[in-house]
């Protein structure tokens, strides 16, 4: 086990200092950790154990891990890192064993692999129904609707039904629904997993759009809250440093916080570029080993 | 489908032509030419949607629609038409007798008021056993313990057969409506129940978590989830419903000696008088009845429900 798990001090101070030790590729005051302080994220020593007593077993270990408010963080990790159930007891759809986590400003938006739109509504009435459950009264619904589907660059989508839509614009519709409930905190389960890699890279693109323009407004369209804070799972290393300001590698069985790298590279970035691929190739080489340790059980 | 042709056809070359004044231009670019990104997704978008395949001429959907069962239909009466002028069965009257015979009835005033007070026994029978089993089956779902008591208990009286239920009926409620109104509910309650449970069991728990994940919970979460969610499986269910309580009817006033006469009775009085021509005639009332329903009700409804989803059931 690195080193890493054993700081004791991690969870209790701020985003910026509580990974003192993190291997970081490159220098550990980010952007991310400018705005530190309060955070949108915070896991303080949770775990997590499914099923009866005498065979449970044990899928989320001693997890520390906060995010700043605004900043995108990716968790990668191969199968069994627990990285799904992470993100469902961020969502509150689920409670931890042991530990704590707290999510300061209400629930937070989640997003699937599997779009989850309903087939019953058409894409705007989609967007309109997150906008009802977060409160927007009904006479407004229709024009931010409208506005988040144009952000999500699907301005003539309202009336579509989700069967008329391509894969890549049902996920574009499922963010701009995510985007609707108005919370702070993004969580985004492997969105783009079930995509082609050409649809996949134009909403890495999109989705760094979204994000950067809701960091720069201070609130997202459609909403009138703080910056957007993202937790994106994945298991796809590029895809982790081409989008997020820091990535966290995950062990398997159970799932523990192996390693982190801020990725200190400007935005927008591209799947191609040099930095990109430098890092992921060092972060691919850590997976590995972390995969390789399974084998030698 | 003219118009996704279209699109894709048009937005490809555009975005060629397009890429490279844009690249001239340089600073000025943000401001005038469109963004790059932004076209590329469109262009994604108008290759990747799925073709439009519905429009088709009306007189075509029609002819198509209501060609094949006029044709059953006819080659249904010229066979018959055959059997009688061949004389394959003794007992076999001609189609014009049994159609002599509906004329007949319609003449001295009995047709219609018997379809009438059939349907409109269906129609209530139907309508309670909705309102009951659609509840019902929603408070199975819920409750494990429930469930798990009355779910072998509705299997089983959904197996058991109409004639069964009506000597029970009637020698509790006599040969009353009320007799009448408990078979076609024992008939179909159990089945719109089931229906309705199964239903709710097949709603993709994604769909589910998604709208919890929302903010959709309890009534909410079942007015707008749920419930839409498991709605092609509530029509099915209706639909089932209606065929078990139809038939449960039929069995009904074919036994019982109700004070007001219905199509079960023609059949009734045709066994009596030994007239094969007006039982055939009864029996095409009812499945004119049954089908008359299914294909002017049931069958527009489903597809509706089922085409706004994006499935494309099976055409009945």
């Not at chain 1, 988040?148 to 894969?167: M, N, Q, T, W, Y």
């Not at chain 2, 408070?139 to 494990?144: A, E, G, K, Q, S």
């Amino acid at each position: 086990m690195t080193t890493e798990l054993a700081a004791p001090a991690a969870a209790s101070a701020s985003a910026a200092s509580s990974h003192p030790d993190r291997h970081a590729s490159r220098s550990t005051s980010g952007a991310a950790a400018a705005q530190a302080g309060p955070y949108a994220v915070r896991l303080d020593r949770v775990s997590k154990a499914f099923g009866p007593p005498g065979a449970r077993q044990l899928v989320l270990d001693d997890i520390r891990l906060e995010a700043a408010p605004g900043e995108f963080v990716c968790l990668l990790g191969a199968s069994g890192c627990g990285k799904s159930t992470m993100l469902n007891l961020v969502a509150g759809l689920d409670q931890p064993s042991s530990g704590k986590v707290t999510v300061p400003h209400g629930r937070p938006a989640l997003m699937f692999q599997d779009h989850a739109l309903f087939p019953w509504l058409s894409a705007g009435r989609n967007v309109e129904l997150a906008l009802k459950f977060g409160g927007v009264p009904r006479n407004e619904r229709r024009e931010r609707a409208q506005e988040l589907l144009k952000l999500v660059r699907l301005p003539d989508a309202h009336a579509k039904r989700v069967h008329e839509l391509s894969g890549g614009m049902r996920q574009r519709v499922a963010l701009a629904r995510a985007l609707a409930q108005g919370s702070e905190v993004l969580l985004m389960d492997e969105p783009f997993a079930a995509l082609d890699a050409i649809t996949r890279d134009l909403l890495h693109e999109e989705l760094t759009r979204v994000w950067t323009a809701a960091k720069e407004s201070g609130g997202r369209q459609g909403s009138g809250g703080g910056p957007l804070t993202v937790l994106f799972v994945t298991h796809n290393v590029r895809e982790a440093v081409r989008l997020g300001q820091r990535v966290v590698l995950l062990s398997s069985r159970p799932g523990r916080v192996a390693r982190e790298w801020d990725v200190e590279l400007p935005y927008p970035r591209r799947i191609e570029d040099s930095g990109v691929t430098e890092l992921a190739r060092e972060i691919t080489g850590h997976l590995h080993e972390e995969i390789v340790r399974h084998a030698r059980h | 489908m003219p118009a996704t042709d279209a699109a894709s056809a048009s937005a490809g070359p555009t975005a060629k032509r397009e890429q490279h004044p844009e690249r001239e231009q340089g600073p000025e670019r943000e401001q005038t030419a469109p963004d790059p990104s932004d076209e590329m997704a469109s262009g994604l978008d108008a290759l990747d949607a799925p073709a439009d395949t519905r429009a088709k001429a009306v007189s075509r959907r029609v002819l198509g629609k209501a060609g094949p069962p006029l044709l059953a239909v006819g080659l249904v009466l010229a066979l018959w038409q055959l059997a009688h002028t061949l004389n394959w069965s003794s007992t076999l009257p001609a189609p014009g007798q049994v159609w002599a015979d509906l004329a007949a009835a319609q003449a001295d005033g009995t047709l219609l008021p018997a379809v009438g007070q059939s349907l409109l026994r269906c129609v209530i029978g139907f309508g309670a056993a909705a309102a009951i089993g659609i509840p019902l089956g929603l408070l199975l779902t819920r409750l494990t313990l429930l469930r798990t008591v009355l779910g072998p208990i509705l299997s089983a009286i959904q197996s058991l057969p109409a004639a069964g239920l009506v000597p029970v009926a009637v020698i509790a409620l006599g040969n009353s409506e009320g007799a009448v109104y408990a078979v076609v509910l024992l008939g179909s309650v159990p089945s719109i129940a089931v229906a309705v449970v199964s239903g709710i069991d097949q709603v993709p728990p994604l769909l589910l978590r998604a709208g919890k994940s929302m903010g959709a919970t309890g009534l909410r979460g079942a007015a707008h989830v749920l419930v839409p969610a498991a709605l092609p499986s509530f029509v099915a269910a209706l639909r089932q419903g209606w065929t078990f309580g139809w038939r449960a009817l039929m069995t009904a006033e074919l036994i019982t000696a109700t004070p007001l006469p219905g199509i079960g009775r023609i059949l009734a009085e045709g066994k009596e008088s030994d007239s094969m021509s007006l039982v055939l005639a009864a029996v095409l009332l009812i499945l004119a009845v049954g089908v008359l329903v299914e294909s002017a009700l049931f069958g527009p409804l489903e597809r509706r429900v089922l085409r706004q989803r994006g499935l494309t059931g099976a055409r009945l």
